[in-house]
């Protein structure tokens, strides 16, 4: 059953996404100087992969029909290629569901109603028959999931009143251009460029994050990194092969930044 798991290729490529939008939460806890539990947040990480993890194979199973119809998705899909059959697919859905949720129960109350949130949401967004992505509610949805993402580790500790909304809320906005960039199959680059109004209410977020939160550098820091993800990959698609083999390196990068604000702020 692992080897069933570990060949579902979105989770692979989902799993150092989901990292990165965790260990942004915890990087804004580092440059607020609040204290924490590392247990937790690893613990907490290990929650959230497993149980997220579980609505991308899900979807795989209700994608099936139209990913055989595409080659080129067809290729990564192993539920469309027939290796895993959709059995196998509802048991291994709910399997990291189990073990998602049975861990974040370890935690807090709070950590797993954000979880539960997640997993709504996501199926709000991306299970037949509601499936709101065509709709007008889909963008926000998006927008939301990564908020949620964010705020999870804030979750483990006692500083959730504090968590700073304006400067999430600007880096997901980011994100929701690149993500539909992708959803459309255009590069990085180039969905950044055609959405320039997204794009300014982003940087005018961030001013004002910049204004009304402390340590505004360690801020542009974070930012700083991101532009630079963003650059280096702004030619390639986020299913390329240079963003599958490179992006754990960009990962690795983002938290050696955070041991180096840790020690040096």
């Given at each position: 059953?692992?080897?069933?798991?570990?060949i579902?290729?979105?989770?692979?490529?989902?799993?150092?996404?989901?990292?990165?939008?965790?260990?942004?939460?915890?990087?804004?806890?580092?440059?607020?100087?609040?204290?924490?539990?590392?247990?937790?947040a690893?613990?907490?990480?290990?929650?959230?992969?497993?149980?997220?993890s579980?609505i991308?194979?899900?979807n795989?199973?209700?994608?099936?029909?139209?990913?055989?119809?595409?080659?080129?998705?067809?290729?990564?899909?192993?539920?469309?290629?027939?290796?895993?059959?959709?059995?196998?697919?509802?048991?291994?859905?709910?399997?990291?569901?189990?073990?998602?949720i049975?861990?974040?129960?370890?935690?807090?109350?709070?950590?797993?109603?954000?979880?539960?949130?997640?997993?709504?949401?996501?199926?709000?967004?991306?299970?037949?028959?509601?499936?709101?992505?065509?709709?007008?509610?889909?963008?926000?949805?998006?927008?939301?999931?990564q908020?949620?993402?964010?705020?999870?580790?804030?979750?483990?500790?006692?500083?959730?009143?504090?968590?700073?909304?304006?400067?999430?809320?600007?880096?997901?906005?980011?994100?929701?251009?690149?993500?539909?960039?992708?959803?459309?199959?255009?590069?990085?680059?180039?969905?950044?460029?055609?959405?320039?109004?997204i794009?300014?209410?982003?940087?005018?977020?961030?001013?004002?994050?910049?204004?009304?939160?402390?340590?505004?550098?360690?801020?542009?820091?974070?930012?700083?990194?991101?532009?630079?993800?963003?650059?280096?990959?702004?030619?390639?698609?986020?299913?390329?092969?240079?963003?599958?083999?490179?992006?754990?390196?960009?990962?690795?990068?983002?938290?050696?930044?955070?041991?180096?604000?840790?020690?040096?702020?």
């Amino acid at each position: 059953m692992i080897q069933k798991i570990l060949i579902f290729r979105n989770l692979i490529d989902n799993v150092p996404k989901n990292i990165g939008l965790y260990m942004i939460g915890i990087a804004l806890l580092f440059t607020n100087h609040f204290r924490f539990e590392y247990t937790a947040a690893i613990v907490g990480l290990v929650a959230f992969l497993f149980s997220y993890s579980s609505i991308y194979v899900m979807n795989d199973l209700f994608d099936i029909a139209e990913d055989i119809t595409s080659d080129e998705k067809a290729a990564r899909k192993p539920l469309a290629q027939g290796i895993v059959t959709k059995k196998e697919a509802v048991l291994i859905s709910m399997i990291l569901l189990v073990i998602g949720i049975l861990i974040s129960s370890l935690l807090n109350v709070m950590f797993l109603a954000i979880i539960c949130m997640l997993l709504i949401v996501n199926t709000l967004y991306t299970i037949p028959p509601i499936r709101l992505k065509h709709t007008v509610f889909g963008l926000p949805l998006i927008l939301i999931m990564q908020i949620l993402k964010i705020l999870l580790p804030w979750t483990t500790s006692a500083y959730l009143v504090q968590f700073p909304t304006l400067f999430v809320l600007s880096f997901s906005l980011i994100y929701l251009i690149i993500f539909v960039g992708y959803k459309q199959n255009k590069t990085i680059g180039v969905s950044i460029r055609e959405e320039p109004v997204i794009l300014g209410v982003s940087i005018v977020v961030l001013f004002s994050s910049m204004l009304v939160y402390s340590n505004p550098s360690l801020q542009l820091a974070i930012v700083a990194y991101l532009l630079a993800g963003i650059v280096y990959f702004r030619d390639v698609h986020l299913t390329d092969r240079k963003v599958i083999k490179w992006s754990p390196f960009y990962i690795f990068l983002g938290v050696f930044l955070l041991v180096y604000l840790i020690v040096y702020f």
